[in-house]
């Protein structure tokens, strides 16, 4: 069963733009929510994370405020979808 990876962003947001471009990049799938669209998305991302800014990355339990590639990178590792 592969981990999920969850991307909560906006159409405007830069670094939202620059963790799609590298997840893709990586040919990670991932499940994208607009939080600027969907309220739902939005409200499910703040109780997740705690908070209201973007990008929020979600790999597997592991919730990732802001496009921090190092981390993302050990996430994506740790969870087998890219190699170490």
Do not use: N, W
Request: proline share 4%.
């Amino acid at each position: 069963m592969s981990v999920p990876v969850v991307l909560y962003a906006t159409e405007t947001c830069p670094y939202c733009h620059m963790a799609r471009e590298y997840l893709k990049g990586l040919s990670v799938g991932f499940e994208e929510k607009d939080v600027g669209k969907d309220q739902a998305a939005a409200d499910e991302m703040v109780q997740k994370s705690g908070q209201i800014g973007v990008p929020v990355i979600e790999v597997g339990d592991l919730v990732i405020v802001g496009f921090d590639r190092g981390t993302l990178d050990k996430a994506l590792r740790d969870a087998g979808l890219i190699a170490g």
